[in-house]
Nanobody
């Protein structure tokens, strides 16, 4: 699976951004998909995951209620709606996929990343 993110950028605190991820190489309709992020000087961390069917999701505690992950299997695409952004959300965001995203927060496939910068 090849994953390509888009939609990153610079936004003021309190603002919103929507990240998109286009998948190719195979269908993602039966694969768990999600997002990770890596801030400067920090390890990459899990942000969100969406089951391949149904409404099961998982979120990092600090983004619950502010971020919403979703998927469109017909378009082979994944999204991350980010609202009420904070400066501490500044990071490179990576689209991810794999069978262990929901059970172990571990990805098998990765995108190249897109920068999100939140100014105070």
């Amino acid at each position: 699976v090849q994953l390509v993110e888009s939609g990153g950028g610079l936004v003021q605190a309190g603002g919103s951004l929507r990240l998109s991820c286009a998948a190719s190489g195979r269908t993602i309709s039966n694969v768990v998909v999600g997002w990770f992020r890596q801030a400067p000087g920090k390890e990459r961390e899990f942000v969100a995951a969406v089951a391949w069917v149904g409404s099961r999701t998982d979120y990092l505690d600090s983004v619950k209620g502010r971020f919403t992950a979703s998927r469109d299997n017909a378009k082979n695409a994944v999204y991350l709606q980010m609202d009420s952004l904070r400066p501490e959300d500044t990071a490179v965001y990576y689209c991810a996929a794999g069978p262990f995203l929901l059970t172990a927060r571990r990805a098998t496939y990765w995108g190249q990343g897109t920068q999100v910068t939140v100014s105070s």
